[in-house]
């Protein structure tokens, strides 16, 4: 507990003018509140003082900004709105201090007639106790004025009658500058219990305004809060010191109860990081300023001294001095701020790291928002009891009273029957091996530690002998089949739904922070318990949530397709998007246990799973507050890794219910079914049997469906037909609508697709905000940054459902060009009337149309190499083929789409040779393999190729006792070939020319293990000339690349039946002779037949690359009158164009487009077009660079190199390898006084 300056009140005439003022005050005092007057701001500033919590009531009766008033409350306080209905310009807000307090800002403009009764409406609507502090522009002696006005005897008479008290204690708080005067206008006025707990004061410095700022100092002590928990400073941690006080004794903790020995390993890991880990403090930061600087502080210095001797002697001379160091000021810190930022921006560029380019993007998007506490109403208003709020919230959402009365006997009779947990022989049961730990532990997200304060970081940096300890103490826990209670407990952050109100619990969704070392234990689990459900296939076929090699889109192309296809048959389509209600936190906890025992889990497993759901309970954290412990009765714990997998188990079984006749789509908790037939009854009748059945479903597995959330949409393209379906569910009639948003892409009832690409189209204009700011001609990021910021923040968003969307009619689709060539613009610098084809052939960005067809093929490639897949049937020949050539006018659905495209692009890929699915490898056999990277410390550029065969021949020697062989494989346009050379074994395979060089090369290694074990060669070394595919195979991240699978199942089947493999890297073409022969063996096959093997369906993404590269390029050959075609007839990314400067960049590119200011501004404002003031002739690009004559002299001297070619080509100026540098040319336009008008 720490004395506060309480609140502070100023009219800062301005917000934004004198926000550097209000920041000083906020940073520097620190009050808890600032209530201000006359912002003038307006609906247009939508982001102010984004660090702290603004609460305001703009002026809006006039057309600029003036009047309006604020309450700025530090983050960290609970504070909340007070709704006021009054003609006043004011705004309350609800503090929560030592007690709850009301501050109202309030400002009376002189020109308002102000009426005791609105004062007094004001006051009866204001919760006790409270004060008002503002600019009243009342004069009256009881507050320290000369005189008195008729506006200072109704805030007398008020005072008189309302009982307030005034805390002014008659200092002046104005300067008239017209009158050159020091008056009293601004008051403080409070309920009587609150005038002994603050005193009041006036600053003696008006800072940017003409109001003195006011302080009311508490005269009780305030708690200074925590904004959040102190985190550990890891990027400033002694990982040494670390890893050798972290080192447990395995003898201690296996000698103890799980719940003690967890509590022994967390205390060993914590004072490990204590005396190793700096932490932060956990207070508010304050705001940096990182544009301060010399000037700023010797500016607001003199300003301030000027002030003082005016105030001492107020004549004329020294007011004007004061005003001039004022302005002077101000100017200063705009330029320090502008110079500061350009400098910012500037720094962002491709050079820096992708981390450090992404948190500057986060401050520059001002994605930051207040740390704000909510603030409900409580009989006892503590932090504790707010919550408390919000915990008892939480508590009821996962209590049994939501579940239905039909479920809650059904449950009752469901439970009386025990479940069977014997049976602990199985593989899944067995312990850990320390290859599933450090999968567990390779984990990318980096997650807020739980209560125990245990970073993944902390984890990772155990030494090896630690690593084992801890891997002991996970089997010591899964033998005893317990999930320690400590784990179980999770600290809940409360955050606000967007646009939802502040002032209700249920408006706040949990995030639940659990222990790192619990989820890593959930890890080892969770993998096993995957691995059987999938080679089991107990997981709906049409389950596609939180599945391997599942996605959202994989129902986005059976709906469209299920609805085209009834479009073509002239049929109806209803189509039903139901909403779980409370889905995750009223999963019934037995159900989930029962499922499990009928997919066949026993023992450990089941025992340790029904204790991770038993007993769980949770505290919300507000700052560094924590709400008691509150119990979570029933469903899945949030941020749990078994969660997902367990609630998928329980809604699994809805899929069981639903009629075979019925389309239907399963997304963990998103359900949606559909119906077509020529009789709109029958659709109604069927989808009524499904809903039905799915309502029981629900009564007896604890789930409830919300009907009023639950949307019908009809599908159809008859004309004048307005359908109305009647459907209901438990009794209510399910909404109607004629579109609706389904995974991220709303489905309109003719699927057009229009309204998803209007809603798209307003998003990735948004998106694009971000590269105004980073881009400017002269300033900023570079084109690499810049392009890769539009990747991921623009086109992302353009390429998700693509596949689905892009069947919309070409002209719908058209609208979402402009958002493409407005990102390219803005990366490149281009000029605005610059040719599309020029953009997209500078920047190497294929048009949308393109790359809408790249995304298609690839998603069918990947579809077809899985016979198994939810989507596979959508891609194949359509039933109704012949219907849709018959009906052109009707959109195809996409297995026809890509047909087209592969006709179109002359693709003849060998779809048979695709992969399919292989034997996966249990977690609990997995094995580990690691390379000898022995000669990876040689850099061969830079060592003698005889130096590495001598490093080679010891190494060797080394594995003289096991069976050597070199595997290599070449590519070249016309063949592959892999190949394996040994002593005793020499073989060559031709693969498809569609294959990698990474493919051949796996091939070589899986010749090798077939050949060891078919003729049972115990001990082996494979050397292999590839990292890549080295790395893919000792990775422990699981690969997608199905030929890596497998030989990662060849390798672990190897191990399992004792076989010693080792791999071992060495350098390629550095004169090791069983790699050159490997080398020349695989270049051999080219007159060999063609092996018939299967091929990933990633070598194909290359191939399809391709194809589309070869339109486009057939499209850019026929822009002969293209500016840049001259410059640039093929297609491809040119390095001349990236340069560190920027503005270097933008005029590069405008010069090569031929766009500028000078020769093209005339299509913008619709003047006539420009001529060379010299000659005469058209002001182009090349007539000023090269044709026009006034300027020969200057070509001789800044382009001397051109002497000698002739005729003249632009590509010599401005080509990708050009004769002339590009700095001379800049030296040229500045002589001629063209290169600031470009």
């Known amino acids: 507990m720490v004395k506060n300056i309480g609140i502070m009140q100023w009219n800062c005439r301005g917000l934004f003018r004198n926000i550097d003022d209000v920041n000083f005050f906020l940073d520097e005092l620190q009050p808890v509140a600032i209530c201000l007057q006359e912002t003038h701001l307006n609906e247009t500033h939508t982001q102010v003082l984004r660090r702290h919590q603004v609460f305001r009531k703009d002026r809006v009766s006039c057309n600029s900004s003036s009047g309006g ?60 106790p409270f004060l008002i502090l503002g600019d009243f522009n009342a004069h009256h002696p009881m507050w320290g004025s000369a005189r008195q006005d008729s506006r200072g005897g109704v805030i007398e008479r008020f005072l008189l009658s309302s009982g307030l008290c005034l805390l002014n204690k008659r200092q002046p708080t104005f300067f008239s500058a017209p009158h050159n005067t020091f008056t009293s206008i601004d008051l403080s006025i409070s309920s009587p219990a609150l005038l002994p707990c603050f005193s009041w004061k006036v600053l003696e410095n008006p800072f940017g305004s003409d109001h003195f700022p006011v302080i009311l100092e508490s005269s009780v002590s305030l708690p200074s809060l925590r904004a959040c928990a102190p985190k550990w400073k890891l990027d400033k941690a002694d990982w040494a010191l670390f890893s050798l006080e972290a080192a447990v004794d395995p003898a201690v903790f296996l000698a103890m ?162 479940i069977d947990f014997s049976g602990s022989d199985t593989g899944y049961n067995r312990p850990f091996t320390m290859y599933e730990l450090e999968i567990a532990l390779a984990v990318r997200k980096q997650s807020a530690p739980g209560p125990d304060m245990i970073h993944y970081e902390l984890l990772r940096h155990l030494s090896a002998e630690s690593l084992m300890n801890l891997l002991s103490f996970f089997n010591h ?80 192309v059976r709906l469209e397709t299920f609805v085209r296809e009834a479009f073509v048959n002239r049929q109806h389509c209803l189509s039903v998007f139901f909403d779980l209600q409370k889905a995750y936190d009223t999963a019934w906890r037995y159900g989930i246990l029962q499922d499990l025992y009928r997919c066949g889990v026993r023992g450990r497993m089941l025992h340790c799973i029904k204790d991770f759901l038993t007993d769980r309970c949770f505290q919300v954290r507000l700052g560094s507050t924590l709400s008691d412990v509150f119990t979570q009765e029933n ?72 009907p009023e959330k639950t949307v019908c949409v009809p599908f159809s393209l008859r004309r004048g037909l307005s359908l109305d379906p009647s459907l209901q569910m438990n009794g209510t009639d399910i909404t109607v609508r004629h579109e609706h948003k389904f995974l991220g892409v709303i489905f309109d009832k003719k699927l057009t697709f229009q309204p998803h690409l209007k809603e798209l189209k307003r998003k990735c204009l948004k998106s694009d905000n971000v590269l105004k700011v980073l881009a400017h001609m002269s300033w900023g990021s570079d084109r690499r940054c810049l392009l890769r910021l539009y990747n991921s923040l623009v086109r992302s968003r353009l390429d998700y459902g693509a596949v689905v969307y892009g069947s919309a009619r070409p002209s719908s689709l058209k609208m979402l060009d402009p958002v493409h060539h407005l990102g390219l613009r803005l990366a490149t610098g281009a000029f605005r009337t610059s040719p599309v084809q020029s953009l997209y052939a500078e920047t190497h960005q294929m048009p949308l149309e393109k790359r809408r067809q790249f995304l298609s093929l690839c998603y069918s490639y990947k579809v077809k190499s899985d016979p198994e897949h939810p989507s596979y049937r959508c891609l194949q020949v359509s039933p109704f083929s012949r219907l849709f050539e018959n009906k052109p006018s009707i959109v195809r659905p996409l297995s026809l789409r890509i047909q087209c495209m592969s006709t179109s692009l002359q693709l003849a890929l060998p779809e048979r040779s695709l992969m399919t699915r292989v034997r996966r490898i249990a977690p609990w056999k997995a094995v580990h393999y690691t390379c000898d990277w022995s000669l990876a410390k040689y850099n061969k550029r830079s060592v003698a190729p005889l130096v590495l065969q001598q490093e080679f021949m010891a190494l060797q020697a080394k594995y003289k006792d096991y069976a050597q062989f070199f595997t290599d494989g070449a590519k070249t346009p016309h063949f592959v070939g892999s190949a394996v050379y040994s002593e005793h074994f020499v073989k060559a395979r031709r693969l498809h020319s569609v294959a990698s060089i990474f ?216 080509g990708d390898q050009p004769l002339v540098p590009f700095d001379h040319i800049l030296d040229f336009l500045k002589k001629t006084g063209y290169l600031h008008q470009l």
Not at 83 to 109: F, G, K, M, N, Q
Not at 279 to 305: F, H, L, V
Not at 684 to 691: F, H, K, M, S, V
């Open 635 to 706: 469903g899945v714990p949030q941020g749990g890794v078994l969660s997902v997998t367990l609630f998928a188990i329980k809604i699994n079984s809805l899929a069981a219910v639903i009629p075979p006749s019925v389309f239907y789509s399963l997304y963990v908790d998103d359900v949606q079914i559909a119906f077509s037939s020529c009789n709109l009854s029958i659709c109604e009748r069927q989808l009524q049997i499904a809903i039905n059945r799915m309502s029981k479903w629900a009564d007896e597995n604890g789930f409830r469906f919300a």
């Open 999 to 1214: 493919t051949a090369e796996l091939y070589g290694v899986l010749m090798v293990i077939e050949y060891i074990l078919g003729n049972n060669i115990r001990k082996a070394i494979l050397f292999v000339d590839s990292q890549s595919a080295i790395l893919s195979l000792c990775s422990l991240n699981d690969s997608k690349n199905r030929l890596v699978q497998q030989v990662q199942a060849e390798l672990n089947l190897a191990s399992q039946m004792g076989y010693n493999i080792k791999l071992c890297w060495v350098p390629s073409h550095v004169g090791i002779s069983g790699n050159e022969k490997a080398d020349r063996l695989a270049a051999s096959v080219k007159d060999a037949l063609k092996t018939p093997v299967q091929l990933p369906q990633e070598d194909f993404k290359p191939v399809l690359k391709k194809a589309i590269h070869n339109a486009w390029q057939q499209d850019w050959d026929k822009e002969i009158n293209n500016k840049l075609h001259v410059i640039k007839p093929r297609l491809g990314l040119w390095e001349s164009s990236h340069h560190r400067d920027r503005r270097h960049e933008v005029l590069m590119c405008r010069l090569r487009i031929g766009h500028s200011r000078i020769t093209h501004r005339h299509l913008l404002c619709g003047e006539d077009t420009p001529v060379c003031e010299h000659c005469g002739e058209s002001l182009t690009i090349l007539h000023i660079l090269w044709h026009c004559k006034f300027f020969d002299q200057e070509r001789r001297t800044s382009f001397p190199a051109l002497s000698g070619y002739l005729p003249f080509h632009p590509a010599f100026l401005l």
């Open 69 to 128: 008033v604020a309450v700025v409350v530090q983050s960290g306080i609970a504070c909340a709105p007070v709704p006021l209905a009054t003609p006043l310009e004011a705004v309350a807000v609800r503090v929560l201090l030592d007690r709850l307090i009301t501050i109202v800002s309030l400002y009376l403009p002189p020109n308002f007639p102000v009426h005791l009764h609105d004062l007094q409406g004001l006051v009866g609507q204001l919760p006790q």
């Open 477 to 556: 826990l899964w033998e005893a089949s317990c999930f320690p209670q400590c784990w179980k407990q999770a600290h809940i952050i409360p955050i606000l739904k967007p646009g939802k109100d502040p002032s209700l619990p249920a408006s706040y969704r949990p995030i639940a922070l659990t222990s790192c070392l619990g989820k890593t234990y959930e890890r080892l689990i969770n993998r096993r318990l995957v691995y059987i459900l999938e080679q089991k296939k107990i997981f709906d076929k049409n389950q596609c949530g939180f599945r391997r090699g599942r996605s959202t889109l994989d129902h986005l």
């Open 257 to 418: 109860s799980p719940e003690e020995a967890t509590l022994y390993l967390t205390e060993k890991i914590i004072n490990a990081a204590s005396l190793s880990v700096p932490r932060t403090s956990g207070n508010i930061p304050k705001k940096c300023k990182p544009w301060w600087n010399k000037d700023c502080t010797t500016t607001i210095k003199a300003q301030n001294k000027a002030w003082g001797r005016f105030r001492r002697y107020p004549t004329v001379q020294n007011k004007i001095k004061f005003k001039q160091c004022k302005a002077k000021a101000r100017w200063t810190r705009k330029q320090a701020k502008r110079t500061s930022w350009v400098k910012y921006v500037s720094s962002l560029n491709s050079f820096v790291p992708a981390k450090e380019v992404w948190d500057r993007v986060r401050k520059i998007r001002g994605t930051y928002h207040s740390f704000s506490i909510p603030l409900f109403p409580s009989s006892s208003p503590s932090l504790k009891d707010q919550a408390n709020i919000l915990a008892d919230h939480f508590r009821e959402v996962s209590s049994s009273s939501n579940y239905s009365t039909k479920f809650k006997k059904f449950r009752f009779s469901a439970e009386k029957q025990p």
